[in-house]
């Protein structure tokens, strides 16, 4: 059974919009639906037919006239699919394809040799976006000496060291989210509809792919995902890690004022990482901590992201930045970053919701275009540049500085308040015995 949403239904149906003025060949596979010009749905055998001369039918073709409009389509094709073209059959097609154009139009040959030249120039820029992502993540995993106490702990540089100033942290999280964002190819969401559960992040895009080919068409969406989990875990390190409770109540308010930037800037991914860092169990349970923090800030921010009635806060306030956007005067108006995995959950249950071939057999452009109104949008927002000063020390620390695995911020939360009954005794002596067996053998 499809889930429920609330696309579901909706384009499961063509409806009969009476006459149309479009004339195509007759076909045995069906006519073509249109409504106020727009194709809505047809079989793909008639869509061929409509397309492939045969004795009785061809278009009215001349390459002159062609030719340009065969530019306009590989133009649109390579600028917002390029990472299609990382296949080397795709490549050749092309080069062949600008061979035939060269031999029959000489405007069109040039327009196509500076497609292919821009083509080139962003495969290239990914290509060095993912050798630079693969070393950062190697240099976060590099692991302290040691984490066995608070006072080797309290040897690593904070965050408050790095920046503490909130709105100059929201921005340089803001440069991250947008980088990040720029490199994710709308074909990865296609390949991501594969997986079985898009809705948690640490899963949604666990690989069932043995092919290293396969798994680096969603690596960009992939990487992305990672950052969002990497955040979240730093802001619970950054809480968990000082030995002092004034200390861990200062960094609680400051992330409280890093978020609430966040949302001023319309960065709802970042701002929706540090509230669930702060909402991991072992910085929620540090009470005596949390006693001494004015809450009052981050309980409206959690209640704009709150998950009731299908995240309907946060789809206004997305709303009131999309329109904000769209009548931007400057550059930081135009920044718009949604919360990413509900992006992907909706575009999922968008595409598994509604059938792709209607009950007559015929292709569901419906759904086809509400996919491409949404994938749309979010190449709008990932093409802003981020108008922010770049600070590479504070960039350097967020993507690179150690934080702790979940037994070590639990272990980090019982040596800062000590555990409450004997349940929690029991967990950190033994979170106490794993992680020493663990520094042993490394």
């Known amino acids: 059974m499809p889930p429920t949403t609330p ?12 006459n149309n ?86 405007y069109s040959w040039r327009a196509m040799q500076q497609m292919t030249q821009r083509l080139i120039k962003r495969l290239s820029a990914l290509g060095q976006y993912e050798e630079a992502v693969a070393a950062l993540n190697a240099a976060a995993q590099e692991r302290p000496a040691s984490l066995k106490t608070k006072q080797a702990s309290a040897q690593r540089a904070d965050i408050l060291s790095a920046c503490d100033d909130p709105f100059i942290l929201a921005q340089q999280l803001t440069h991250i989210e947008l980088d990040r964002l720029s490199f994710i190819g709308p074909e990865e969401f296609i390949q991501s509809f594969a997986m079985k559960d898009p809705l948690e992040n640490h899963k949604l895009l666990c690989s069932c792919y043995s092919d290293k080919t396969k798994k680096r068409k969603t690596s960009n969406l992939e990487a992305y995902v990672s950052w969002f989990n990497r955040l979240s875990y730093l802001v619970a390190t950054e809480i968990c890690m000082p030995a002092k409770k004034k200390h861990r109540a200062r960094i609680i308010e400051f992330f409280i004022d890093v978020a609430q930037e966040c949302f001023n800037i319309g960065n709802f991914n970042s701002l929706m990482a540090i509230i669930t860092g702060m909402n991991m169990s072992p910085v929620a349970r540090l009470k005596k901590t949390w006693n001494k923090v004015n809450t009052d800030k981050f309980e409206i921010l959690e209640h704009q ?123 950190r002596r033994s979170l106490r015995s794993s992680l020493l067996h663990r520094e042993n053998r490394s």
């Open 21 to 106: 003025n479009h004339v195509q060949p007759p076909s045995p596979y069906g006519e073509m639906c249109y409504h106020d010009n727009s194709l809505v749905s047809a079989s793909l055998e008639a869509l061929i037919q409509h397309l492939v001369p045969t004795v009785d039918y061809y278009p009215d073709i001349r390459f002159r006239e062609v030719a340009p409009k065969l530019v306009q389509l590989l133009t649109e094709w390579t600028e917002t699919f390029p990472y299609d073209f990382r296949d080397d059959r795709m490549m050749r097609c092309l080069k062949d394809m600008t061979l035939h154009v060269a031999r029959g139009d000489e």
């Open 305 to 427: 992201m709150d998950p009731s009635s299908n995240f309907s806060n946060y789809r206004t306030a997305l709303r009131g930045a999309t329109q904000r956007s769209e009548t931007a005067h400057s550059s930081q108006e135009k920044i718009v970053i949604p919360f990413f995995s509900l992006l992907i959950k909706d575009i999922y249950f968008l595409n598994e919701g509604c059938a792709n071939r209607l009950s007559n057999g015929h292709i569901n452009f419906e759904k086809l275009w509400e996919l491409a109104k949404q994938v749309s949008e979010f190449l709008v927002w990932r093409q802003v540049i981020c108008p922010f000063d770049r600070d590479r020390r504070i960039l350097q620390y967020l993507v690179t500085t150690s934080v702790y695995t979940e037994d070590e911020l639990h272990l980090a939360s019982y040596e800062s308040e000590g555990p409450e009954n004997n349940m929690e005794k029991d967990s």
């Open 7 to 18: 696309y579901a239904g909706k384009f499961n149906s063509c409806p009969s919009y009476g």
